[in-house]
């Protein structure tokens, strides 16, 4: 593995910590979003990820300025990805738009570069002939909070070149991860395979109005000894990413119950802004980095 310059596409939530994650390592990363109204939000989030890795990891102001130093924004994707060894991609959970994406993406980017999803519940088979290079295309996906729950799980389609699959095993602990390699697809991966189930069965207790969220999570944390319930797990992982997720769910299978939790979360959540802790307010609302019912 001979990568050094890695470029993220999209600096949401989850992508704006694979990027800062991966220049506190050492690497000269690329941020790529579609404007630069979108990229200055990504700024004011990696700001925020500097007072985290103070406070979580016991970082230096210094180790964290040089991190951020190693970062560069752009919304031009030519220029992103102009050195890239490998794209990290990191765009909403929409096949259509991770269609255009990289069919943009693999007339774009140099010969060398190497293709990585970090999509939560779609499978890379799903993308490689868009990406016009699929022996160099797989997935690459990582918990939310990447610095502390440090997984990262690598799964290979029945194309991707065996040496890119251990290329990107090798990144993945080089920027301080636990790699785990998946040899076959499977829908989920293994994290989502488990967490999945859980959360939709969490949302489909509050959206038929069995208990409320704060029950919900009690009952959990009590009787499994987990740190957190489902909802607050929510919470971290983004109310948008479970609002597509459920919409995309109901799409596939027509079950009316995943619509009816897709426009819970945009009638209750988005469209009054509380899109999870990153936001300040999701489920529970957020203040001065703790957790209030």
């Known amino acids: 593995m001979n990568y050094k310059h890695i470029t993220v596409a999209g600096s949401g939530v989850l992508g704006s910590q694979i990027a800062f994650q991966t220049a506190f390592k050492g690497f000269q990363v690329s941020i790529y ?20 890795y103070q406070e979580d990891l016991a970082a230096t102001q210094e180790d964290v300025n040089e991190a951020y130093g190693r970062i560069s924004f752009y919304s031009d994707l030519a220029a992103a990805t102009a050195d890239a060894d490998l794209v990290i991609e990191a765009i909403p959970e929409v096949v ?33 002939e868009a990406t016009g290079r699929p022996a160099q295309f797989l997935a690459l996906h990582f918990a939310n909070e990447i610095w502390k729950n440090n997984t990262a799980e690598v799964m290979k389609h029945p194309g991707t070149d065996m040496n890119v699959f251990q290329d990107v095993l090798q990144f993945a602990e080089a920027i301080g991860m636990v790699a785990l390699p998946l040899h076959k697809e499977q829908p989920g991966y293994i994290l989502n395979s488990l967490l ?19 029950t919900i999570d009690k009952t959990w944390k009590i009787a499994t000894g987990a ?12 109310i948008n990413t479970a609002y597509h997720i459920s919409l ?4 596939a299978t027509g079950n009316a119950e995943f619509q009816k939790i897709a426009d819970m979360l945009k009638t209750d959540y988005i469209d009054k802004g509380k899109l999870g802790k990153a936001a300040g307010e999701g489920f529970y609302s957020y203040t001065d980095g703790g957790k209030s019912n």
Do not use: C, H, M, W
Not at 33 to 52: F, S
Not at 196 to 214: K, T
Not at 227 to 238: E, K, N, R, S, T
């Open 96 to 128: 259509d738009i991770k269609v255009k994406f990289y069919n943009e993406l693999g007339k774009t980017a140099p010969q060398k570069t190497v293709f990585a999803t970090n999509s939560s519940t779609l499978l890379p088979s799903q993308f490689a």
């Open 248 to 251: 995309a769910k109901a799409k």
């Open 196 to 214: 999945v189930p859980l959360l939709e069965s969490a949302q489909l207790l509050l959206s038929r109005g069995i208990s409320d969220v704060e």
């Open 33 to 52: 979003d579609i404007n630069d109204t979108v990229l200055e939000t990504a700024k004011e989030r990696l700001q925020g990820l500097k007072k985290r």
């Open 227 to 238: 740190p957190l319930g489902p909802f607050a797990i929510l919470d971290v992982v983004g």
